[in-house]
């Protein structure tokens, strides 16, 4: 897992510094998952990571990745275990068939939710409630990255489990112990998770 680190650093996938988040408060670091699209061995050991991260914790029938940013890994899976995908849209089509989740589905089946970073845990919980609409089951989330910001607890107070390959916590000790960032950096990320 630690090489996984070592590839977001590297791409810029992490960083730290000062940046200006949607809501307007800077943070210290700022976590860009999206970058991986350009790297397909990259995704290849994401996805594998995943697989490996919910072996024997979850039981699913089908992948649906939160969209947009998760939906390759949730396609990378797909690939590497034979697991079919759901798609949610962003929004409920107003033509044709009119469908808010895509794919060949039946309810009461299980679905696992994979999102690429989780912060309030909001847009997870949204897709949640799209499957839960269309009578599937959501048990268990997986997040490549937690940062850290309530997400995990406002997703576990509605009676999910939340899987995470790493919290920015973890990401940050990895690359101060190697020398990859700064104390300053390391000190900055602590203060404002403590906000």
């Known amino acids: 897992m630690q090489t996984l680190i070592d590839d977001f650093y590297a791409l810029g996938a992490v960083k730290f510094g000062s940046f200006t988040l949607k809501s307007g408060i800077i943070s210290p670091f700022y976590v860009d998952l999206r970058l991986t699209i350009s790297s397909p061995h990259l995704l290849k050991k994401i ?3 995943i697989v490996q991260k919910i072996a024997n914790k979850a039981s699913y029938e089908l992948l649906c990745g939160v969209p947009y940013t998760a939906l390759p890994f949730a396609t990378v899976m797909s690939l590497q275990i034979g697991t079919p995908m759901v798609l949610k849209r962003k929004e409920k089509k107003e033509y044709g ?5 895509e794919g060949i589905f039946s309810a009461g089946q299980k679905c696992l939710v994979i999102e690429d ?3 309030s845990g909001q ?25 850290e910001q309530g997400g995990r607890a406002a997703i576990e107070a509605q009676g999910y489990r939340l899987h995470s390959l790493f919290t920015i916590s973890e990401m940050t000790e990895t690359l101060a112990a190697q020398g990859k960032i700064n104390a300053t950096h390391r000190e900055a990320l602590y203060a404002f998770l403590a906000g």
């Open 97 to 101: 068939t009119g469908k808010r989740i």
């Open 123 to 147: 847009s997870v919980l949204e897709t949640v409630r799209s499957l839960e609409a269309e009578g599937l089951v959501v048990q268990d989330i997986v997040v490549i990255v937690d940062r």
């Open 117 to 119: 970073v989780i912060t």
């Open 47 to 49: 996805g594998e990571a």
